[in-house]
């Protein structure tokens, strides 16, 4: 059994096509065992964003870390990379492994998609986090010419040269370390898949649903966040019932690597609680 080796990382693969080929394949690692809990990496990452703060939630939990839909390991599934996609595939790979419902845990553009997937399949979320992320990122003037510029410096920088200039301008609170392994995941992602998933977080919506979502429900931002304001963290507070919101203070849009002990600890005290 899996849980029997929760020392050893687990590279798995699950089918998530409804006739299964090898081009419908999703790519997922685990660690740990215990309760499981899901984690949602934003766009132009991959599940590797998770790396500072896996292995202390994988210490009394399953921990499932997939690759979304053109993303890393996962690039090869073609699209649509719409969040109802993204979410149907999670929702797969949950029923590959036989687990009837997980915490799940979204951040930055992940949120959108565990958003999704409390909503469609809600039985299969029993938690939910939700760190520096949106119902809907195009809410004001800024927001609506930015994420209309960023595609196309995509495709005319390519993910190398974007990747670069998005950490130096957007990240400049990391050490040189954590940069460069922020700039080189991605970097090796693909232009033309990139720009195709950037437009379609574009037209994520979920305002009108948020009274939908039932479970628990954990809201994390950084008071500092520019690339997602506060105004999105109080909009889904204010739009889930019973939601807690915790601001981290002084913290920006890459507080899950410049504070990763707050992070850990506010998540695992939610989970706990609401358990």
């Not at 081009?23 to 065992?33: D, H, M």
């Not at 990496?41 to 690759?67: K, N, S």
């Not at 080189?184 to 009274?211: C, G, I, N, P, Y």
């Amino acid at each position: 059994m899996l849980e029997e080796r929760c020392d050893i990382p687990t590279t798995r693969v699950a089918d998530v096509s409804s006739a299964p080929a090898p081009s419908e394949l999703v790519y997922f690692t685990e660690r740990g065992s215990g309760p499981p809990l899901l984690l949602v990496h934003g766009l132009m990452v991959t599940g590797e964003m998770f790396e500072p703060v896996v292995e202390r939630f994988a210490t009394a939990r399953r921990v499932i870390i997939p690759d979304l839909r053109g993303h890393g390991r996962s690039r090869r599934l073609p699209p649509p990379y719409t969040a109802r996609q993204l979410a149907a595939d999670l929702a797969r790979v949950l029923d590959h492994l036989g687990i009837e419902s997980a915490a799940v845990l979204g951040y930055s553009q992940g949120g959108a998609i565990a958003q999704q997937l409390a909503l469609d399949s809600p039985r299969q979320c029993n938690r939910l986090v939700l760190g520096c992320t949106y119902a809907f990122n195009m809410a004001t003037p800024r927001e609506q010419v930015e994420g209309h510029l960023l595609p196309l410096l995509v495709r005319l920088l390519g993910t190398q040269r974007f990747a670069r200039f998005s950490v130096s301008v957007g990240a400049k609170e990391l050490d040189t370390e954590r940069a460069e392994w922020l700039v080189s995941l991605m970097a090796h992602q693909d232009r033309k898949l990139m720009v195709s998933a950037w437009e379609e977080t574009m037209a994520f919506d979920s305002r009108q649903r948020l009274a939908e979502i039932a479970c628990p429900t954990l809201i994390i931002a950084g008071s500092d966040d520019q690339a997602v304001p506060m105004h999105h963290a109080r909009m889904l507070h204010d739009g889930i019932r019973g939601s807690q919101l915790v601001v981290i203070a002084g913290a920006r849009h890459t507080l899950i690597w410049t504070h990763p002990d707050e992070f850990v600890r506010v998540t695992e005290e939610f989970l706990e609680a609401a358990a």
